[in-house]
């Protein structure tokens, strides 16, 4: 009987971010990630003032139900600026680290051109300088989890 071959942990994930990558192109990908990141920050940003509103209303003195409504409020608006600060994060993080990998080591070109013959393994992807053809590699050592 065959056991399944070791899996590096969120390898799944880096396969589907480096099959992202080379179905869009990485310049779009790029602004796609840094456009996503920035809509997570003013989420962030909007629950922040949910968060500052339910503290605002948050009184002692009234009734159970309105001191329950007003923590749950505060509550439900410090997890979603949580959650939207950890994706802003993420996707700060994969942006900054691919970028760093975009620049080809030949020319200085940023951004590159993904090889059509060689699909992503999950380790890195092949890619090609569109100016002087160059080859590297890019996506070897990110963690597509953040």
């Known amino acids: 009987m065959r056991s399944a071959p070791a899996r590096h942990p969120g390898s799944s994930s880096r396969v589907a971010l480096l099959r992202a990558i080379a179905r869009l192109g990485f310049r779009r990908w790029y602004e796609r990630r840094l456009i996503e990141a920035h809509a997570w920050l003013a989420a962030c940003f909007l629950s922040m003032v949910i968060v500052a509103a339910g503290v605002e209303l948050l009184r002692l003195r009234g009734s159970a139900a309105e001191l329950i409504l007003d923590a749950s409020l505060v509550a439900a608006g410090a997890l ?30 940023f951004g590159f051109r993904c090889d059509p013959l060689q699909p992503p393994d999950g380790r890195a992807l092949a890619v090609h300088c569109a100016r002087c053809g160059r080859h590297w590699q890019v996506g070897d050592g990110v963690d597509a989890d953040g």
């Open 80 to 109: 979603l600026a949580w959650f939207a600060w950890r994706r802003y994060a993420t996707g700060m993080y994969l942006a900054a680290m691919l970028g760093e990998q975009a620049v080809c080591p030949g020319c200085e070109r």
